[in-house]
Structure formats: C-alpha cells, structure tokens
C-alpha cells in the first residue's frame, strides 16, 4: 500500500502534482501515523483518485475526504498545524498544507532528540507531556507516540525527501532564473564590449558561426570570471567565518553576506548604470577592468567638465557683452531722454513763440476786419440786374447807381474782402479761421455779423440747415475747429469749455442774465450744437415783407475757453463770442407795424451790447463783423478788435501802394474789361495806405467824363424801386435790384465809435463824442454836388435845418429809428432821402481834410443810407477798416477814402 502510494510521487513535482499525490489523504495518514502511530485509527487503503470521475460520487466522496479528514482531526488533536481539506484541491492554499507537513516533520525531529523540554515551531509553543506516541493502530491522541514508532522510516524519509524536492526546486529553479539573467545580462555585455573594442571585427560579416565564437569567448571568459570571483567569494566567506572565532548561525552568516552584498552593490551600482544605460565605444563600455574603467570614467567626467567650464565662459562672456550693450543702451537712453526733456523744454518756448507770433500775425492783419458778403438773388428776385458792379480781388467792390451818370455813377468801396455771391460757407469761414486758434490761446474773439434783414446774417453765421456740412455757418464750423484744436493740445493743455448764450429780444434779455448767465459745460461740438437748437428754436422770429423769417432779436453765443497749461499750471483764458445780429431795417421797407416796428425800433437801437460786453474789464480780444444786405445782395462788414493794437500809425508821408480802384471811379469805359485789381498787401497800414492814396488821385481827377447810362424807369420787383430808370445798359453789366431797403447801421457803429474816442481819449470821450457827431453832421446835404455844397458844408446847421437830414440825424442821436424822408420830389436826388450820396464826394472831404475833423462813422452810415433812400437799387455797403489806438489821427486820413469808407479805430 505504501510503495503504491510512494510511486505515486514524482521525483520533482511541481506545484500541482505535489496537490494531486496528497490529495486522497493516504501518504498524509501513514506520514502522521509514522511520526505518531495510531495518531490515525482508520486508514482507507484503496481511495478514489479523483471524485469527479467516479460513479456513485457520493459514497467515494465520503471514502475520498475519508483519510484527509481523519488526518486533519489527528493534527488538531496533536496541536499541530493544520490545513483546509479544500486547501488540497485546485485554487487552495498548497502553502498551509507544506506549513503542516513541515511542523510535522518539526514535530519528529524534536521527538527524535529525546522530546525533552517545549518543542517550538515558528510562533507556535507545544508542550509535549512524552516523547512518544501511541501506537498507529491507536487512533486515540495517546497513542500517537506509539503510531510515530510503527511509521517506516523508509516512508518517512521519502516524504521528506519529497518535501525538500518540492520545496528545494522552487529555491533551484529561483536561482537558475537569476543565474539565467545574470548570464544572459554579462554574457551580452562581454559581446557587445568585443564587438565595439575589437577593430577585427569592422571588416568581418557576422556570420553564426562569428557569433558562435563569440559566445564561446564569452561564456570561457564568464566561466573564468565566476571561477576566479567563486574562489574570492569562498576566502571571503571563509575569512567571514573566521573573523570571529565562536560558531557563527546561520542566521549570523546570512547577516554578514547581506552586508557584503550590499557594500559590494554600492561599489558596482555606478559601473553597472553606467553599463547599463550607456552604448558605445569609450562610453558604455562595460570595461572588465574597474580601474580602466575609472580612469576612463574620469577623463570623461573630467572632459565634459571642461566643456561645461568651457561653456560657462562663453556664456559669461555673452552675458558681459549683453549688459555692455544695455549700459551703453541706457546711456544712450538717458542722453535721449534728457534730449527730449531739453526739447520739450524748448518746445514749450517755440510753443509760445509759436502762439504770440500766431496772434501777432492776427493782430497785424488786422484786430478789427470786416468783410463783406454779396448775397445771390433769391428765387423769384432774379431780374439779372445787380447794382454790383465789380468786386475786386483787393476787397473793393463798385456799385452802380443807375440813377447817376458820370462819376456819381458809381461808388468804390473797400473791405478786407468782399466775398461775391458765389463763394461757399468753407470759404466765408476760413477767413476768421485762425481767429479760432487764438481763442485757444487765451485771447477774445467775436464773430459778429451785422446787415439789414434778409441780408443773410443768420445764413452766414449758421447756415440754412445742419443736414450738410457743406452748409454749415460759421458757428459750426468755429466749434468744431475749436473742438478739434483743443483735442490736438490735449497733451499739453487741458481745456474746459462752457457755454453761454444770449438772446435780446426787444431790449430785454432771454436765456441769461449778463453776468449771471448760465454757463453750460460742454464737451464736443455736438453739445454746443444740441444747445444751439435750442436757442434756436427759442428764438423770436416773425415775418416781414422782407424776411418771411425774420430773426427779431439777437443772438450771442459765447464759448468760454479756459485752459491749463500741463506743464507751467498756468492758466489761459479765452472767450469766442458768436453773434447773430436782427436785421436792422427800415420800417417802411419791411412794412413792420404793431409788434415788428416795436421790435424793428429795438432791433435798430441796441446792438451796441455785444461791443459794449467785448470791451467788459479783462476782454483781450474782440472781433465783430457787421453785415449789410439788400434784396439781391449782401455786405457783410466784420470787425475783430484784438486786445492789443498793433498797427502802426499813418503819417500823411507814408508811402501809399497804388490801388486801382479809383480808375473804377473815373470812367465806366475805363473798367471795361474788368481786371482783377494787382495783388496788394493787405494789412491794416497798406489798407489805409491804399485808400488814401486813391482818394488823393481822384482829387486830382477833378470829374473824370463818365458814360452816362439810361435806367429803366421802373422796376417792377419792389414798390420801393419804381421811380428807377427804365433801362440798364448791358455793358455796365448792371444787375437792377429789387425790393431795395437799406437799415441805417445805428447805434452799434456809434457805440463802437464811443469806445474808440474813449479809448483814445480817456477822460474825454463825452466832448470827443459830441465833436465826432457835428462833425457827423457836416457830411449830411441834400443838394446836387456844385459849388454850394462848400458853403452848406461850412454851414451845418444851415444844412440840418433847411433839409430832411436834420431830421434823420436827430432822429437817429435819440436813438429813434425813421421812416422815409422825402423832402423834394422834384429833385431826383433829394427826393430819395435827407443824405445823398452822390454830394459826398471828393468837395467835401476836401473840406473835412482841410478841416482835419474826426469823422463820425456814423455819418458814413447815414450817408449810405441816404443812398439807399434814393431807392437805385440794392447795393450800398460799409465798410470798416481797422486803426490803432491813435484812432483820430487816422479818422482824419480817412477822410480821403471813397464814400462809404468807414474807419473805425478802437
Ligand atoms: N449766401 C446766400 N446764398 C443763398 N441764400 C442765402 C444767402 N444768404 C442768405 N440767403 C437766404 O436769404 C434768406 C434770408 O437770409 P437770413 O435769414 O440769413 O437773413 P438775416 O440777415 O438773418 O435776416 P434777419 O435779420 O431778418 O434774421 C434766407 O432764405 C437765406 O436762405
């Protein structure tokens, strides 16, 4: 039974045939009854092998499970360790059952020594009251010692030869699979190093039988290698004995190999890294000879140490080069930024070098300009008679007085500029442009527009509508150009501006009350604007036979400029004012009644108020520009008045440049073709120059011959032109006006005059005032230009009384407004008024320059209105010509200027 059972058992099994012999209980059974006899009773001799295969499983099974259990309660009952019976089938822990047959054995070794003492197993403590076992028949525990002596030992030993087998081939085949690895590992390496060192091999083709050559190099020199290290290995260990002279345990030796193996690990862990992870020839070498090794080792560490020191001075170098350039950068930068902060310095200084000549340049072209515009007909106006005869490039412009022949036919006039009617909205604004720039530079401009109603104020200040720029007025345009010069500063002054607005409506303020106005701030042109509608829109309008939309008062827009300097802190002030005057008119042209004449009174009156407020204390800079109108024509006279005169005072001996214009007076045929006058230069000195030069020529033309022209005798536009003549000679390219009415430029001119004489006299305007107005009142006549003017000039009471000019003129000083004076019906020219033009002509400046008198502007005025009383035609302009602060002196020079020409000083 036993032999059986021990054939069954493989010499070395593995771990599935170690179960399958165990399985069945039965070597298990006699192994314990051997170690203990009669440790198991029953034995069963003949068990199944495999219970699955066999029929009648249930009563096999109870055979099969019958020795393993009998086995399992015989090692509880012995204390033993002990197992699963499912620990012997497939999946079960093999480990419990070798466990078990080991203490087993345990168990016998310790009862072969005698069984004295505790017999101990791993942790587990077993006291043994005798050495010996029950027999095996006895399957009680007390007869286990006499089962152990009853076991084979034969039995015995073969199982635990098996046991050792079993567990000794996992040990072996542990071993052999690092042997396997190590060999496999050195063996490589050994090739890999002779075929990288060996030259011979460069030439030769690896052939099978090459390599197989040289793995038996290798494996003769790894067999010499293992020799050699076996036999240190065994001095070593054999000196590791002897180092200590008492018996060493096992567990003691094993301790002193780990140590050995470990220092020996941290010896060759650099080498076999750096075996191991490098490849090559004279790097991944795995050198046989340490030393080699480590001398090679080192030179290489020593080269790539130099490369790196190598390396380190390049970049150091770079890095020297790199921070030479940067400071030489930041030199170079900080002598730039000094540079720019010199010529921001110097900036600052050509800045204001820049504004005070910009504003000398405005100043010498004049602080006072008046220009004037020539409105074109209006649709249903147009007859293609114009009493504008000719416009000069020089800011001359001729009309024709239909009812004059001779030189009485025609009258020069001079302005800054005359814009004709053709010209645009851009180009009416680009004169007063640069005005716009000064009120940024702290100084006060007014844009002032003056004329007789319909003359087309509004439409030149701010134009028919907003839909288009193109039509924008001067307001707009000066906003925006305002707006955008204030932006382009924005890194050198920072500007707030405000806005104030002003409307007179029959002498009573609307919106604000001066001082006390609300100013509004304002941000963008579009603000401005927003506000403008309003006042617009609030406006007093209302119809006349002359304007179906008349302006009934008038209109002040003032921007205040305030701006500070980032730099210095200092602080500019400035001031545009933008005024839109109500047309001044004649009652009896515009058939005002009830409200219109109260208004038309009012407006008439008044207008002096924006003079009156440029000139407030503090006022740098003033402009104004006066406008005149009539049906199919406009003048329109702008002033500006800076806070300083710049213009140099005429002397009678200045050198005068020639000016064509009084060729225009002397003949008709004589500006036939009209030729644009030569270029001259127009500052305010030349102007005046200019004016009195030709005055003095046509003084010493003594009444050139003059082409007299027929005039239609009725014009059928206006009731106010019937007694016109019938025809207008086309080669006089006169244009016959309809509807002509003509205001008499009231008190605004006298309170600029006022402020003149106050101005150059101060302390003594009141007398210099009243002096300007007799003088006013020498120019007024009614009769034909013969000998007796000289007399009635000399006479000016005689005069005022004896004519309707006494009334005008008085009229006018109370500040009331008249209505047509006809004095003399039979007398064509007296017939149209109190003031005859045509008799204020060259006899009487004579007088006025002999008498070196001051000449009130206003009588200029009064004597275009008279001429306009005449009722030709439509066109008589004003003219203002700026002066200096010695205003008289050149009032007096003025007096040689064409009629109409006013010079107003301040
Ligand atoms: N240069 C011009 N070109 C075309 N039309 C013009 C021009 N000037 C004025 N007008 C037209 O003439 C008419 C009168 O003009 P506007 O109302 O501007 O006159 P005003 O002088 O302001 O009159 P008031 O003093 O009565 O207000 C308007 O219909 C206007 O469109």
Request: aromatic residues 6%; positive net charge.
């Amino acid at each position: 039974m036993y032999d059986g059972a021990s054939e069954m058992l493989p010499k070395e099994p593995t771990e599935e045939e170690f179960r399958l012999a165990l399985r069945n209980g039965l070597i298990l059974c006699n192994v314990l009854n051997k170690v203990k006899p009669g440790a198991v009773r029953k034995v069963v001799e003949t068990p199944v092998l495999d219970v699955q295969a066999t029929e009648g499983a249930a009563l096999y099974a109870i055979q099969y499970f019958e020795n393993v259990r009998n086995f399992l309660v015989a090692v509880g009952r012995m204390k033993l360790l002990t197992f699963e019976a499912s620990d012997l089938e497939k999946g079960g822990s093999s480990s419990k059952v070798v466990d078990c047959i080991l203490c087993l054995r345990g168990y016998y070794e310790w009862k072969q020594s005698g069984g004295i003492g505790v017999w101990k197993y791993g942790g587990t403590v077993r006291i043994m009251s005798s050495p010996r076992g029950p027999p095996s028949s006895v399957v009680s525990s007390e007869s286990a010692d006499e089962s152990l002596d009853d076991f084979e030992s034969s039995q015995y030993e073969q199982l635990m030869e098996f046991l050792q087998l079993y567990t000794d081939s996992h040990e072996d085949s542990r071993a052999a699979n690092i042997l396997t690895f190590m060999f496999d590992y050195f063996s490589l390496g050994l090739l890999q190093a002779y075929l990288t060192d060996t030259n011979g091999f460069d030439d030769l083709a690896l052939s099978p039988m090459a390599i197989d050559m040289v793995v038996r190099k290798v494996v003769k020199d790894f067999s010499v290698l293992l020799a050699s290290q076996g036999n240190q290995l065994g001095i070593f260990l054999k000196k590791v004995l002897n180092t200590d002279c008492s018996p060493q345990t096992k567990s003691q030796f094993l301790e002193a190999i780990s140590k050995y193996l470990s220092k020996r690990t941290t010896l060759v862990s650099r080498d076999i890294s750096s075996f191991c992870t490098c490849g090559g020839k004279g790097e991944g070498t795995w050198h046989m000879n340490n030393s080699n090794g480590s001398v090679e080792l080192l030179d290489l560490q020593q080269k790539q140490l130099e490369d790196l020191k190598a390396l380190f001075r390049e970049t150091k170098q770079e890095i020297q080069q790199i921070q030479l350039g940067w400071e030489k950068e930041l030199l170079w930068l900080g002598h730039h930024i000094k540079g720019l902060e010199v010529a921001a310095s110097s900036f600052h200084k050509v800045l204001e070098e820049n504004r005070v000549l910009f504003n000398q340049v405005q100043d010498l072209k004049g602080t006072i300009r008046v220009y004037c515009r020539v409105r074109p007909f209006l649709s249903g106006q147009s007859n293609g008679q114009s009493t504008v005869d000719y416009i000069g490039d020089n800011g001359n412009i001729m009309i024709v007085n239909p009812q004059k022949q001779g030189k009485d036919a025609r009258r020069v006039f001079s302005f800054n500029k005359v814009f004709g009617m053709n010209v645009t909205q851009y180009q009416i604004y680009a004169e007063t442009q640069p005005l716009v720039r000064s009120v940024l530079d702290g100084y006060n401009v007014c844009i002032f527009a003056y004329g007789q109603t319909g003359s087309g104020k509004t439409y030149t200040m701010s134009g028919p509508n907003l839909t288009t720029e193109e039509t924008w007025g001067v307001n707009y345009r000066a906003l925006r150009d305002l707006f955008h010069i204030s932006k382009a500063r924005m890194d050198l002054i920072e500007y707030e501006v405000g806005v104030q607005m002003i409307e007179i409506y029959n002498e009573q303020l609307n919106g604000l009350n001066v001082p006390d106005a609300s100013l509004i701030p304002v941000k963008c042109t579009e603000d401005v604007l927003d506000l403008m509608r309003i006042g617009q829109r609030n406006r007093a309008v209302g119809a006349t036979a002359l304007n179906e939309r008349s302006s009934r008062s008038h209109s002040i827009l003032t921007v205040h400029v305030r701006g500070k300097e980032l730099v210095s802190g200092s602080i500019l002030k400035g001031c545009l004012h933008l005024v839109d005057l109500a047309g001044s008119e004649r009652v009896d042209r515009s058939e005002a009644v009830g409200e219109r004449l109260k208004e038309a009174q009012h407006i008439n009156r008044f207008a002096s108020l924006p003079l009156e407020m440029s000139l407030l204390p503090g006022t740098k800079e003033f402009s104004c520009s006066l406008q005149k109108q009539q049906t199919n024509a406009s003048e329109k006279l702008f002033c500006s008045k800076q806070r300083r005169s710049r213009f140099p005072t005429l002397s009678d001996k200045d050198v005068m440049p020639k000016m064509p214009l009084l060729g225009e007076e002397r003949s008709v045929a004589s500006i036939q073709p009209r030729s644009p006058s030569p270029p001259v230069r127009r500052s305010t000195s030349t102007d005046r120059g200019a004016i009195v030069k030709t005055r003095i020529k046509s003084d010493a033309l003594e009444n050139p011959p003059f082409i007299k022209a027929p005039f239609p005798s009725s014009v059928s536009v206006n009731k106010s032109v019937a007694n016109l003549p019938a025809t207008v000679p086309s080669t006089m390219n006169q244009r016959l006006n309809r509807g002509s009415q003509d205001p008499p430029f009231p008190d605004v001119l006298n309170s600029l005059h006022r402020v003149t004489l106050r101005k150059a006299h101060p302390g003594n305007e009141d007398e210099q005032f009243k002096q300007a107005l007799n003088i006013q009142q020498y120019g007024i006549r009614k009769t034909k230009p013969d000998s007796k003017v000289k007399t009635k000039h000399e006479s000016s009471a005689k005069i005022q009384k004896s004519s309707g000019a006494e009334t005008l003129l008085s009229d006018m000083d109370s500040g009331k407004h008249l209505t047509s004076s006809k004095t003399d019906n039979s007398d064509p020219e007296i017939e149209h008024g109190p003031i005859r033009m045509p008799v204020y002509g060259a006899t009487r400046e004579k007088n006025l320059h002999r008498n070196s008198q001051v000449v009130e502007p206003r009588e200029l005025m009064q004597t275009v209105d008279g001429y306009h009383e005449n009722k030709y035609s439509n066109v008589i302009s004003q003219n203002g010509k700026e002066a200096s602060n010695s205003a008289i002196p050149q009032f007096r020079r003025s007096r040689s200027m064409p009629r109409g020409k006013l010079m107003v000083g301040l």
